[in-house]
């Protein structure tokens, strides 16, 4: 079945450091998600891609669709303390309607 | 709007005991999913319904699990009997009729299960 891998699990920076997850998926996806979710708290969608090499951009956040629609990431620049939790993508293969999700990569951020 | 709403928050139980977590999505969404975090398995999709109708439930874990949606306001999640490894949070997240489910899910606060 559809597998997503998602690196790193954990990431520590400084404040004002940039900070990189990646997302790979198995199978080609018709379109991928981004999620982020804060400590005791609940996912909440940031973004959904869905062309082939699609570059979207909020803020100092910064996610990329693979040209083969198999692998994706979310870039933050001078990451900030408010930008703490788990980022998760989710993906979802052709006529599927259900999302398979990364483990998710926990960003914390030393002030 | 409210948002996703789930009940109860928290919920602390024996083993071997039934426990029915509740959901109410938002209104006019049209597609309800059940998931399940743990830190070893991380979100776990368990099933999802459109129109009050179950259409995927292979991520179910057992006969111990059942869910139903009998109208487009509420769900249930019961597990019966429960066993500590069922000890999760439990998510319930909604999406809108625009572009079907390719939309934006929102979360509920979710379930937080302690079987002992």
């Known amino acids: 079945g559809q597998q997503v891998m998602q690196i790193p699990q954990y990431q520590h920076v400084q404040e004002g450091e940039d900070f990189t997850t990646y997302c790979n998926s198995s199978t080609t996806l018709s379109n991928i998600q981004w999620y982020k979710q804060r400590p005791g708290g609940h996912p909440v969608f940031l973004i959904q891609l869905v062309k082939s090499g699609e570059v979207k951009k909020q803020k100092r956040l910064t996610f990329q669709f693979g040209e083969a629609k198999k692998n994706s990431s979310l870039h933050i620049t001078a990451t900030q303390t408010t930008d703490v939790g788990t980022y998760f993508c989710?993906?979802?293969?052709?006529?599927?309607?259900?999302?398979?999700f990364g483990a998710g990569t926990r960003l914390a951020v030393h002030p | 709007d409210a948002g996703v709403i789930q009940s109860p928050r928290h919920e602390v139980t024996e083993m071997g005991q039934e426990v029915t977590l509740r959901c109410k999505p938002i209104?006019?969404?049209?597609?309800l999913f059940w998931y399940r975090q743990t830190m070893m398995r991380g979100l776990e999709l368990l099933i999802y319904?459109?129109?009050?109708?179950?259409?995927?439930d292979s991520g179910m874990p057992e006969d111990r699990f059942s869910a139903k949606m009998p109208n487009a306001s509420f769900s249930t999640l019961k597990i019966q009997p429960s066993e500590p490894r069922d000890s999760a949070v439990y998510f319930c997240?909604?999406?809108?009729?625009?572009?079907?489910?390719?939309?934006?899910?929102?979360f509920g606060p979710g379930t937080r299960l302690t079987v002992l």
């Open positions: 319904f459109n129109n009050n109708v179950p259409i995927d």
């Open positions: 997240a909604s999406s809108s009729p625009a572009g079907g489910p390719l939309n934006e899910q929102f």
């Open positions: 209104s006019g969404h049209d597609y």
């Open positions: 989710a993906g979802r293969e052709g006529g599927y309607n259900k999302l398979i």
